[in-house]
């Protein structure tokens, strides 16, 4: 995906795409994966609208007409080695970074935000959509 | 054992073993592959875990060669169900370093092994701290996989809550804790090994791990010029870095050696097998002596003589 711009909307179009038709979340993603959640780059916010672990939509700077349970929080920079195709140790994962963050308080890490029993609800298909950014933005690369 | 062999009998054993831990006798399943006389590896799981884990090192030709591999399930994990004389479903499963280091030493006594070399991973590698420091005797070295003085924050109420499927997130709380370096299907089995747990049993074994276990101001208490002590730790665990596993060898001092694990995380021994059994012949050299120089800081694919897609590829047909 090298001419596509990391997070830009044709980016998140084939994203979407990713998740939509990726074998495991109709198999482990669950039907019922129905929370959404927000990914925040640096300054810039993008809802991901899930419906029965599909994505219905990705909207830029969600405001008070949308509602989500939780979300990711991170520089932009941590984001870009999170999507690497070998991702670099502790940003390689979310709840890898997020740990390094919350517990050990290193900077540079991606961090979980919003309702924690939601996130553990759904653990393994909010985990594996994330993965998925780190497939699309490889063409299919490495997990 | 190559795909032409799959209908070949392994070589690997499981028997059970009748352990007196504190008065209450515990049947505890292990398994086991090598010489009778061979130098005993007795081998500990990670929390929640049991002993499928060590399938490669138990099958390894070479280690199994030299070494009487033992891999069991610590009580209340795998096939060592709990004990019928305690009525255990009264209270949560949770258990303290004490605890831990007793049912290893009371495992090593009942097997009647002689100057075993302990091996643990993850609270396996925490323990080897205590068992450094109040076991030194018992064993002829001991080393500890992915150990840390001290790893806070992973004793998670979600991990055994009745409004999370614990099944599931057991495991995948774990996933980010591997190198993506590895092998998918050695990762995923890893993963499948720990949706194998009983309720509760990972949560409590954290209790030791996150809790319980604190050796920062106690290294010094460790003599490992009377039972060396090897740390080895994944380049890619997040709970307990190769910086932690170099804190501990310097707290201790004389004797105890740390290296780094490259392109390898928190469950060296299952999610990369090919890889971990090669760095791990380099420890036990160091062990035994056999190999002639000191172990280097950070060992990498190359120094064993492998690549990554090599790996990937060789794993693929096992």
């Known amino acids: 995906m090298t001419e596509t711009e990391f997070a830009s909307h044709g980016w998140w179009e084939h994203f979407k795409e990713t998740v939509n038709e990726d074998p495991e979340m109709q198999v ?18 993008f809802l991901v609208a899930m419906n029965g672990g599909r994505i219905d939509e990705i909207t830029p700077n969600p405001g008070l007409n949308h509602q989500w349970s939780f979300g990711v929080e991170g520089a932009r ?6 999507v690497q195709e070998t991702p670099p140790a502790f940003n390689h994962e979310i709840i890898a970074s997020h740990y390094r963050t919350a517990v050990r308080n290193e900077e540079g890490h991606l961090e979980l935000a919003g309702d924690n029993e939601k996130i553990f609800q759904n653990l393994r298909a909010f985990q594996r959509t994330l993965d998925l950014m780190r497939k699309a933005h490889n063409d299919g690369g490495n997990l | 054992m190559s795909v032409d062999e799959l209908d070949s009998v392994e070589s690997i054993t499981g028997r059970y073993v009748h352990v007196d831990i504190g008065g209450v006798t515990h049947r505890v399943y292990f398994e086991e592959n090598g010489p009778e006389d061979g130098i005993p590896l007795l081998c500990q799981h990670t929390a929640g875990c049991n002993n499928q884990e060590w399938r490669h090192v138990l099958a390894d030709e070479e280690i199994t060669e030299e070494f009487r591999v ?26 303290t370093g004490e605890e831990f280091a007793e049912r290893i030493v009371a495992i090593a006594d009942a ?14 590698g925490n ?21 840390g003085a001290y790893s806070p924050g992973f004793y998670i109420d979600w991990l055994d809550h009745p409004r999370v499927n614990t099944t599931e997130v057991n495991a995948y709380s774990c996933w980010g804790l591997m190198a993506p370096q590895g092998p998918d299907h050695t990762r995923r089995e890893t993963m499948y090994h720990y ?21 920062r101001d106690k290294l010094d208490q460790i003599d490992a010029t009377e039972c060396p002590l090897f740390i080895a730790n994944g380049q890619y665990d997040y709970l307990t870095t190769p910086e932690d596993g170099f ?23 299952s999610e990369n097998p090919t890889l971990f059994n090669a760095y791990l012949k380099e420890i036990l050299g160091a062990v035994t002596g056999d190999r002639g120089e000191d172990l280097p800081e950070r060992l990498t694919p190359e120094d064993v003589g492998l690549e990554t897609e090599q790996v990937k590829a060789e794993s693929a047909s096992k």
């Open chain 2, 127 to 147: 323990i080897a701290l205590e068992l450094a420091d109040w076991y030194p005797d018992r064993f002829r070295a001991i080393v500890g996989l992915e150990a």
């Open chain 1, 77 to 82: 920079e941590a984001w870009e080695e999170f």
């Open chain 2, 247 to 269: 804190d501990i060898a310097e707290g201790v001092g004389e004797g105890a050696t740390a290296i780094e694990m490259t392109e390898i995380g928190h469950f060296p021994m």
């Open chain 1, 28 to 45: 482990r993603g669950h039907d019922k994966f129905d929370e959404n959640f927000y990914v925040e780059i640096g300054d810039e916010r």
């Open chain 2, 195 to 215: 949706e194998q747990g009983a309720t509760g049993v990972f949560k409590g074994d954290l209790y030791f791990y996150s809790v319980d276990h604190d050796y």
């Open chain 2, 70 to 95: 033992i891999a069991y399930d610590l009580p209340y994990h795998g096939k060592s169900a709990p004990p019928p004389t305690q009525e255990w479903w009264l209270e949560d499963y949770s258990m």
């Open chain 2, 111 to 124: 097997l009647e092994l002689e100057d075993p070399i302990y091996l643990g991973c993850s609270m396996g």
